[in-house]
């Protein structure tokens, strides 16, 4: 047909869908790791009473305040997305994973959102210790969270303990077999170390940074130092857990384990390819260069062994989009090797003392800040992309998904979503940035507000001019509050 | 028990989004009362007092939908599709209002932060009139057939829905002001008291107009609130809010800070219950009832369960959460 081809409400509701839940992701990524972080360095400090740590986490505070509310606000337009956009789903869906947003809600949202308010300005008036524990359980709530969402994405992605109704609908039947299911364990463990690493290369490419322009300053080599044990250390479980994961999603996701592979046709020990332009209308992987073997051993452990293609699966199973799996799972692999090089690294100037001089090394430290939130949208886009053409692999379609709106209204709100979003995120990235390159200096004065407990006087001038959230140092008030 | 399972959860969803409407009510009031009050420092005080509780707030709107998805997954299919432009702008106007939360306190220079004033005080008009008009759409009915909205993407926009909006803009202004006479001294102090006043008179004149209106909008509702026996009963509503407008003003003018907020609190808990007995037992008004909308059993049981223990928690810690938070904002305290 000749003529002007529209995107139907489909594909836009997915294209909204897949934009607000990356840019959302971005924010948890990077705050579960941080609370965490937060928690050490709190205890840390209530066990040594040394000010280093205590001023770390001050300059750690202040940057979870804005990137956490980013991630509540965000958040909340996701628990509206499943019904505004995906009626059906939700309709024949919520049933079963219904309730695992509604505990999510119940066990970590309030939680999180109830100490958060403590964690960020309740120091003065609740003193160290209960301070302390709002940290942890506000930690706490962002492993809580993380655990009941990913459990309603596993059951997406390999759905158990479940019956059908005679339109189709799903319902209950055994509980722990839809909460632990066959993917789930492995999605959460991948998923909490890649919000771990996402957290140690933010936190040791600011570190650099600031170790680049002022190799003394004990804050910034504590970050720096903390952060390089973390990748050393999570970095290589980081390839384990990928490995096991994809051997389970190889068991019950062969489609998507064929296109982030390439592979279209079955193969006894089949090879992996480093390149290679899946072309899915003409069922092969163009200029194809790979390692023979290296998939049936990483898949099924076996150099040997037999590996299903996608042409094992008729056609209206394959994924709808194989060449973004595929580069995506590429880009997630080599990310995930330029970390480990990192942290090995890392190891080997701290063991020959060369940690703080090391600038090219540190640069690289520094370029790899955003590495993280590369390689955690990398696979998400596998997992999901790599899941279609069903919302409910193998059970329900996406086209069967979709909800009643027009496309029109969808267009609209998807348009809206991105001018607010690049807008509104972008400024507070943008300001997160700036905190970021913001030197972490004794007596950091935290969320503005947030004085620590300290004996040692601080003169107005000296608390003015640490106090760069403000107007400056022409305004009064700020000098008031910290003299 | 499975009759009784939906009535309980129609129940708690109700609670939690009454929960919702008058926690964040209360903080997106202090948005929606940013043009009466100028001053940066006055403002400071305002977003000082509800900065450490606002984020629990909302997080009631997130149990209502969540909630909603788990217990009554019908209900949430057919009620986000139809009022798809409301709540769709309501979260973009939720998103504006929690950045400025954070940015307003750091802006670096003047001109910024006038910006992200201008946001939070938007973002909280938008927020606060689209939810209005979400519950005017709601109210006026909603077209279903089999298991799926079947209206356009226009029909949630009638004058009743404005009107709807307009309304909720100005209670939430009153809790706003309320809470602030409650949370500010002095000077400040006066004019939200000044401010409560017309606030509440204007939201009383909007519970009546939208009374009234109902009772044109459909004969199940007249049937409900003008033919006796029914009638006698629900003649109690009006009458009690009558009353409680009286000691509300009584309490205006003799300056006491927490019984404004308390019977401010009341004139939403009538209007509330006033809909309630309009509307019973319908989830999605007029074809879809509690029963038909109910999860399966298994699933409502599987979340009550842990609602039961859980939520009595969650009113504990919060709880705990304003009382650590008590007392007066003081001005010129920063960011707290």
């Given at each position: 047909m000749a003529g002007l081809h529209l995107p139907s409400a489909l594909d836009l509701a997915r294209s909204q869908f897949a934009f607000v839940v990356v840019w959302h992701f971005l924010y948890p990524a990077f705050t579960i790791g941080l609370a965490s972080f937060l928690a050490v360095l709190e205890a840390l400090w209530l066990a040594t009473k040394k000010a280093l740590f205590l001023d770390t986490f001050q300059y750690w505070l202040r940057i979870f305040a804005v990137v956490f509310a980013m991630g509540v606000v965000s958040g909340l337009v996701m628990s509206y997305q499943f019904g505004t956009n995906w009626s059906v789903f939700s309709d024949k869906v919520g049933p079963v994973i219904g309730p695992f947003l509604g505990y999510e809600v119940l066990t970590a949202f309030f939680l999180e959102a109830g100490f958060l308010g403590v964690m960020l300005f309740g120091l003065k008036r609740v003193g160290p210790k209960l301070h302390f524990?709002?940290?942890?359980?506000?930690?706490?709530?962002?492993?809580?969270?993380?655990?009941?969402?990913?459990?309603?994405?596993?059951?997406?992605?390999?759905?158990?303990?479940?019956?059908?109704?005679?339109?189709?609908?799903?319902?209950?039947?055994?509980?722990?077999?839809?909460?632990?299911?066959?993917?789930?364990?492995?999605?959460?463990?991948?998923?909490?170390?890649?919000?771990?690493?996402?957290?140690?290369?933010?936190?040791?490419?600011?570190?650099?940074?600031?170790?680049?322009?002022?190799?003394?300053?004990?804050?910034?080599?504590?970050?720096?130092?903390?952060?390089?044990?973390?990748?050393?250390?999570?970095?290589?479980?980081?390839?384990?857990?990928?490995?096991?994961?994809?051997?389970?999603?190889?068991?019950?996701?062969?489609?998507?384990?064929?296109?982030?592979?390439?592979?279209?046709?079955?193969?006894?020990?089949?090879?992996?390819?480093?390149?290679?332009?899946?072309?899915?209308?003409?069922?092969?992987?163009?200029?194809?260069?790979?390692?023979?073997?290296?998939?049936?051993?990483?898949?099924?452990?076996?150099?040997?062994?037999?590996?299903?293609?996608?042409?094992?699966y008729p056609r209206s199973r394959w994924p709808t989009n194989i060449p973004l799996v595929f580069f995506a799972f590429r880009a997630m692999v080599g990310l995930g090797l330029l970390i480990v090089l990192l942290g090995v690294t890392g190891l080997v100037l701290r063991w020959r003392g060369r940690l703080y001089d090391a600038r090219l090394f540190q640069r690289f430290a520094v370029a790899m800040g955003p590495a993280g939130f590369l390689a955690v949208t990398a696979g998400w886009i596998v997992t999901e992309a790599g899941r279609q053409p069903f919302t409910v692999y193998g059970l329900l379609r996406t086209a069967d998904s979709v909800g009643p709106v027009a496309a029109p209204a969808v267009a609209a709100s998807l348009l809206a979503f991105v001018v607010v979003y690049v807008v509104v995120f972008g400024s507070g990235m943008a300001f997160t940035v700036h905190l970021f390159g913001q030197t972490p200096g004794p007596h950091d004065p935290g969320p503005p507000g947030n004085e620590p407990i300290r004996t040692a006087a601080i003169t107005p001038v000296l608390a003015a001019s640490s106090a760069p959230d403000r107007f400056g140092a022409g305004d009064a008030h700020a000098v008031d509050t910290r003299s | 028990m499975s009759l009784a399972l939906p009535l309980i959860w129609a129940v708690l969803i109700a609670v939690a989004v009454f929960a919702y409407v008058v926690l964040d009510g209360f903080d997106l009031g202090v948005g929606i009362l940013f043009p009466a009050v100028r001053g940066h420092e006055e403002r400071d005080v305002m977003v000082n007092s509800v900065a450490p509780v606002w984020d629990g707030n909302e997080t009631w709107l997130v149990l209502g939908g969540g909630g909603l998805f788990a217990v009554f997954p019908l209900a949430y299919a057919i009620l986000l599709s139809a009022l798809y432009m409301p709540l769709t702008l309501m979260l973009l106007a939720l998103v504006f209002r929690g950045v400025a939360f954070e940015m307003r306190?750091?802006?670096?220079?003047?001109?910024?932060?006038?910006?992200?004033?201008?946001?939070?005080?938007?973002?909280?008009?938008?927020?606060?009139?689209?939810?209005?008009?979400?519950?005017?759409?709601?109210?006026?009915?909603?077209?279903?057939?089999?298991?799926?909205?079947?209206?356009?993407?226009?029909?949630?926009?009638?004058?009743?829905?404005?009107?709807?909006?307009?309304?909720?803009?100005?209670?939430?202004?009153?809790?706003g002001a309320c809470w602030l006479i409650w949370k500010t001294e002095g000077d400040l102090q006066g004019r939200f008291r000044h401010l409560a006043g017309r606030l509440a008179f204007g939201t009383l004149v909007f519970i009546a107009a939208v009374s009234l209106a109902m009772l044109f909008l459909s004969a199940p509702f007249r049937a409900r609130w003008l033919v006796f026996p029914r009638a006698a009963g629900a003649a109690l509503v009006p009458l009690i809010l009558l009353g409680l407008a009286w000691v509300f003003f009584a309490a205006l003018k003799q300056r006491r800070e927490i019984a404004p907020f308390l019977y401010a609190l009341g004139f939403f808990l009538l209007a509330y219950v006033g809909l309630g007995v309009s509307l019973w037992p319908m989830m999605v008004p007029p074809s879809v009832t509690i029963q038909d909308a109910a999860a399966p059993p298994a699933t409502q049981a599987f979340l009550l369960w842990g609602a039961s223990v859980l939520i009595p928690v969650i009113l504990l810690y919060t709880g705990y959460v304003y009382w650590l938070f008590r007392g007066k904002v003081e001005v010129g305290a920063g960011y707290h």
């Open positions: 524990m709002a940290t942890c359980l506000v930690a706490i709530g962002t492993l809580v969270s993380t655990f009941w969402i990913l459990a309603a994405n596993s059951w997406m992605q390999t759905p158990d303990g479940f019956g059908r109704t005679a339109d189709g609908r799903f319902f209950p039947t055994s509980w722990v077999k839809a909460l632990f299911n066959p993917s789930f364990p492995y999605r959460y463990a991948h998923t909490v170390v890649a919000a771990y690493l996402t957290t140690a290369l933010v936190v040791g490419a600011v570190g650099a940074f600031h170790v680049l322009k002022d190799r003394t300053n004990p804050r910034a080599r504590l970050m720096f130092s903390m952060a390089l044990w973390m990748a050393v250390i999570i970095g290589p479980l980081q390839i384990v857990l990928g490995d096991l994961h994809g051997v389970n999603s190889y068991h019950y996701q062969p489609t998507k384990v064929a296109a982030l592979e390439g592979q279209f046709d079955t193969e006894q020990g089949a090879s992996s390819l480093i390149f290679g332009w899946p072309d899915a209308r003409a069922g092969e992987t163009r200029f194809a260069l790979g390692v023979p073997k290296l998939a049936s051993l990483y898949l099924a452990h076996d150099p040997n062994a037999v590996v299903k293609g996608l042409k094992a | 306190f750091r802006a670096r220079h003047e001109r910024e932060q006038k910006r992200w004033d201008r946001a939070f005080m938007g973002g909280s008009y938008v927020a606060a009139f689209c939810q209005g008009v979400a519950l005017g759409a709601f109210v006026q009915g909603i077209k279903v057939s089999g298991r799926a909205y079947a209206g356009g993407w226009w029909d949630w926009l009638t004058p009743f829905s404005v009107m709807t909006g307009a309304a909720l803009v100005a209670g939430y202004g009153l809790l």
